[in-house]
């Protein structure tokens, strides 16, 4: 619970009204997602904010998965594996469509010294091991992938084939059940894979950051996150190909296709015309598997499609490093630069310590930098390639309904929650099996419309940054790190300011920048970004990072230093402010600001 404060309120969950039009959007969500009376007493007087983080848009019924799911590795972890001393796990819910989380707090102090045990027990093995470990898991993580991709979901015809009658193969209706259950046995696999690690990750940079504050009071949070950068991680690799790609267009002389403005498409098209063109689209195949699994958004919604589905991403990259290096400008990831200032703030700040504090500094710095590049590889593997086939292995099963007659669209079945996708697959096998009349046909298309009209009206709709109680103080170091909950920002939200040519948020990678602003608010917005203009976005995603050699600096509505987003942007060495809470509402696209990155300030100069 959080104690009364005095720096104004929240609206209370229970007095949100719905939007007109949207009657029945709690049909969509598990009975469990909503701000019910029975808990009225409790979740009225605790903290909740949105998870636009995650969750920037209204939740499709069957997408909800990635937040059950997610939310349980999370806590199975966190509370009952790895025993974390002060928190337990997160708690959610849905206000007209919008996901609203809350943190579960360890607050017995014998309680916190019981779990102590636990942890250190249990975190010190995987830190001991990280390598051992760490390398089993990539090897579980592709074997994951691999028995996604083998999964089949069966066609259902007229007749089954001869291996059922003579050679003791599953039935039809046995092998579709059975596929749908293991489709979802594998995200919850992956899930699980996901959070293994992740926590110690986190958990070692936050005790080195804490020890940083403790005998370093005035360190900037920049300069703690600064320490561990410019580690070479898997996420950058698909950008370091798409840079080879563009140093190859202009070698082999087919560079003249690459032109701003053009589709994916019209660009093949040329390219398909001259023997050069095609000896670079065989070489753009060969960098597809497995780098073009990059996702175009985090991953949580099915609409986040990979490289492979939807090609926009890479190839506004290649036109911008085309046209940077035929500009005679450097394109590589400023890697070298990075390095060095790294090594001079961690050499700056252990030069203050005492022997006692330095030598915990040190060891604390190389644990953080052993085990943080897991904080955003596990993105590539999990988030962006499992999780991107995974939606596809779903809309197969989307096929079976259409060419059943249930569905218009293989996308539909996304308006069901995965239990009613269940029963519809059950009533399928049934009259298939039976030859007897289905109900699914008259009955799913009405609900899969009005679902559709209610969550197009529901992304109208302005939900607020939090409800319920606001806390006095924000003690926890990851709602800070790494959405940007601070207690300033929880206090601004509180008093409701708005308007003013200026915005705060947390300084998340140094340097000034003065330019135009983009306003990129979905995928489809990133074709529009033009050469030196500040990205200005609600929360951007390593998927983009191709997209940065165009930018000189970024701006979000969310994160905080440990963010993704502010993780790539100090690899690109891009001033970045995020966390302001209203950028994309504030700024317009074509208006100058100026982004202080050091200062953690945003600017509207016009």
């Given at each position: 619970m959080a104690a009364p404060s005095t720096v104004g309120s929240f609206p209370s969950p229970y007095e949100i009204e719905t939007p007109p039009g949207c009657e029945g959007w709690e049909d969509m969500y598990p009975y469990y997602a909503r701000f019910d009376e029975e808990r009225r007493e409790v979740d009225g007087q605790r903290f909740w904010f949105w998870n636009s983080m995650h969750f920037p848009l209204p939740m499709p019924a069957f997408d909800a998965i990635c937040i059950d799911s997610p939310y349980q590795a999370l806590g199975n972890w966190q509370n009952r594996v790895f025993a974390v001393p002060p928190a337990m796990g997160i708690d959610w819910r849905c206000i007209n469509g919008y996901i609203y989380i809350s943190g579960n707090p360890v607050l017995d102090p014998e309680k916190i010294g019981e779990r102590a045990g636990y942890f250190q027990a249990r975190a010190g093995y995987y830190y001991e091991h990280w390598d051992e470990l760490y390398g089993k898991w990539r090897t579980k993580m592709e074997a994951l992938i691999a028995e996604l991709g083998e999964l089949e979901v069966p066609a259902l015809g007229e007749y089954e084939p001869d291996e059922v009658a003579f050679a003791d193969a599953e039935t039809g209706y046995v092998a579709v059940l059975s596929a749908y259950r293991n489709a979802l046995r594998l995200i919850d696999v992956m899930w699980q894979h996901h959070f293994e690690f992740l926590l110690l990750g986190y958990g070692a940079y936050m005790t080195f950051a804490e020890l940083c504050k403790a005998n370093l009071p005035d360190i900037p949070d920049q300069h703690i996150a600064q320490m561990v950068a410019g580690l070479d991680v898997l996420l950058f690799r698909p950008d370091a190909e798409l840079r080879r790609l563009a140093r190859l267009a202009i070698d082999t002389g087919v560079d003249g296709a690459f032109v701003e403005g053009r589709s994916p498409e019209e660009i093949e098209a040329e390219l398909a015309e001259s023997d050069a063109g095609r000896a670079w689209l065989a070489e753009l195949e060969t960098v597809k598997e497995p780098w073009f699994h990059m996702a175009t958004g985090d991953g949580l919604y099915h609409t986040y499609?990979?490289?492979?589905?939807?090609?926009?991403?890479?190839?506004?990259?290649?036109?911008?490093?085309?046209?940077?290096?035929?500009?005679?400008?450097?394109?590589?990831?400023?890697?070298?630069?990075?390095?060095?200032?790294?090594?001079?703030?961690?050499?700056?700040?252990?030069?203050?310590?005492?022997?006692?504090?330095?030598?915990?500094?040190?060891?604390?710095?190389?644990?953080?930098?052993?085990?943080?590049?897991?904080?955003?590889?596990?993105?590539?593997?999990?988030?962006?390639?499992?999780?991107?086939?995974?939606?596809?292995?779903?809309?197969?099963?989307?096929?079976?309904?259409?060419?059943?007659?249930?569905?218009?669209?293989?996308?539909?079945?996304?308006?069901?929650?995965?239990?009613?996708?269940?029963?519809?697959?059950?009533?399928?096998?049934?009259?298939?099996?039976?030859?007897?009349?289905?109900?699914?046909?008259?009955?799913?298309?009405?609900?899969?419309?009005?679902?559709?009209?209610?969550?197009?009206?529901?992304?109208?709709?302005?939900?607020?940054?939090?409800?319920?109680?606001?806390?006095?103080?924000?003690?926890?170091?990851?709602?800070?790190?790494?959405?940007?909950?601070?207690?300033?920002?929880?206090?601004?939200?509180?008093?409701?300011?708005?308007?003013?040519?200026?915005?705060?948020?947390?300084?998340?990678?140094?340097?000034?920048?003065?330019?135009?602003?983009?306003?990129?608010?979905?995928?489809?917005?990133?074709?529009?970004?033009?050469?030196?203009?500040?990205?200005?976005?609600?929360?951007?995603?390593?998927?983009?990072?191709?997209?940065?050699?165009?930018?000189?600096?970024?701006?979000?509505?969310?994160?905080?230093?440990?963010?993704?987003?502010?993780?790539?942007?100090?690899?690109?060495?891009?001033?970045?402010?995020?966390?302001?809470?209203?950028?994309?509402?504030?700024?317009?696209?074509?208006?100058?600001?100026?982004?202080?990155?050091?200062?953690?300030?945003?600017?509207?100069?016009?």
């Amino acid at each position: 619970m959080a104690a009364p404060s005095t720096v104004g309120s929240f609206p209370s969950p229970y007095e949100i009204e719905t939007p007109p039009g949207c009657e029945g959007w709690e049909d969509m969500y598990p009975y469990y997602a909503r701000f019910d009376e029975e808990r009225r007493e409790v979740d009225g007087q605790r903290f909740w904010f949105w998870n636009s983080m995650h969750f920037p848009l209204p939740m499709p019924a069957f997408d909800a998965i990635c937040i059950d799911s997610p939310y349980q590795a999370l806590g199975n972890w966190q509370n009952r594996v790895f025993a974390v001393p002060p928190a337990m796990g997160i708690d959610w819910r849905c206000i007209n469509g919008y996901i609203y989380i809350s943190g579960n707090p360890v607050l017995d102090p014998e309680k916190i010294g019981e779990r102590a045990g636990y942890f250190q027990a249990r975190a010190g093995y995987y830190y001991e091991h990280w390598d051992e470990l760490y390398g089993k898991w990539r090897t579980k993580m592709e074997a994951l992938i691999a028995e996604l991709g083998e999964l089949e979901v069966p066609a259902l015809g007229e007749y089954e084939p001869d291996e059922v009658a003579f050679a003791d193969a599953e039935t039809g209706y046995v092998a579709v059940l059975s596929a749908y259950r293991n489709a979802l046995r594998l995200i919850d696999v992956m899930w699980q894979h996901h959070f293994e690690f992740l926590l110690l990750g986190y958990g070692a940079y936050m005790t080195f950051a804490e020890l940083c504050k403790a005998n370093l009071p005035d360190i900037p949070d920049q300069h703690i996150a600064q320490m561990v950068a410019g580690l070479d991680v898997l996420l950058f690799r698909p950008d370091a190909e798409l840079r080879r790609l563009a140093r190859l267009a202009i070698d082999t002389g087919v560079d003249g296709a690459f032109v701003e403005g053009r589709s994916p498409e019209e660009i093949e098209a040329e390219l398909a015309e001259s023997d050069a063109g095609r000896a670079w689209l065989a070489e753009l195949e060969t960098v597809k598997e497995p780098w073009f699994h990059m996702a175009t958004g985090d991953g949580l919604y099915h609409t986040y499609t990979s490289w492979l589905d939807d090609a926009r991403i890479p190839y506004a990259s290649l036109i911008g490093h085309i046209a940077a290096l035929k500009a005679g400008e450097d394109i590589e990831r400023p890697s070298d630069h990075i390095a060095e200032e790294r090594e001079r703030l961690a050499t700056e700040y252990a030069a203050l310590l005492g022997d006692e504090a330095r030598q915990g500094f040190e060891q604390l710095l190389a644990l953080s930098r052993t085990v943080f590049p897991y904080v955003e590889e596990h993105k590539f593997l999990c988030d962006y390639w499992f999780l991107t086939e995974w939606w596809n292995k779903i809309r197969e099963f989307g096929d079976l309904f259409v060419a059943h007659g249930f569905f218009e669209d293989r996308d539909d079945i996304f308006q069901l929650s995965r239990l009613e996708v269940y029963s519809a697959l059950d009533e399928l096998a049934l009259t298939w099996a039976t030859g007897g009349q289905a109900r699914g046909p008259k009955y799913w298309p009405p609900i899969i419309a009005r679902r559709k009209e209610i969550l197009e009206r529901l992304a109208e709709w302005t939900p607020p940054p939090a409800v319920g109680a606001v806390p006095e103080a924000v003690l926890d170091p990851a709602l800070i790190m790494l959405w940007g909950v601070t207690t300033q920002r929880v206090h601004a939200w509180a008093q409701h300011q708005e308007g003013g040519s200026e915005l705060t948020g947390t300084a998340a990678s140094p340097g000034v920048v003065e330019g135009v602003a983009r306003v990129v608010k979905t995928v489809g917005d990133i074709g529009d970004v033009r050469e030196g203009e500040i990205l200005v976005c609600s929360i951007t995603s390593p998927a983009w990072a191709p997209i940065f050699s165009k930018i000189t600096a970024a701006v979000t509505d969310i994160g905080g230093v440990m963010s993704h987003a502010a993780i790539v942007c100090r690899e690109y060495a891009l001033p970045a402010v995020v966390g302001t809470g209203r950028a994309t509402s504030q700024i317009k696209s074509g208006q100058r600001i100026r982004v202080d990155g050091t200062a953690g300030t945003v600017a509207i100069l016009e």
